[in-house]
């Protein structure tokens, strides 16, 4: 039963680590110039239709999260 606790408490502190991350982007991430027109987003306008995916930064998001991960999930 005690090593049930310590990984639920484990878990609880890594959610709240990640919600603290994503607040901080949240609040400033709209002042990092680069992110979210980088090569490789993409972006179509034509007339009243606007399509824009970020491809470029969903990949750097995901290694920089993969990165986290991997350093919280080694024991």
């Known amino acids: 039963m005690?090593?049930?606790l310590n990984a639920f408490?484990?878990?609880?502190i890594i959610a709240g680590l990640l919600l603290i991350i994503i607040g901080i982007f949240l609040?400033?991430?709209g002042k990092i110039p680069w992110l979210g027109r980088l090569p490789g987003d993409i972006l179509i306008r034509r007339g009243n239709f606007t399509f824009y995916f970020p491809l470029a930064?969903?990949?750097i998001v995901s290694i920089i999260?993969?990165?986290i991960f991997a350093?919280?999930?080694r024991r």
């Open 9 to 12: 408490g484990r878990l609880l």
């Open 27 to 29: 609040k400033w991430g």
């Open 2 to 4: 005690p090593n049930s």
């Open 57 to 59: 930064t969903c990949i």
């Open 65 to 67: 999260l993969s990165l």
């Open 71 to 73: 350093l919280f999930s």
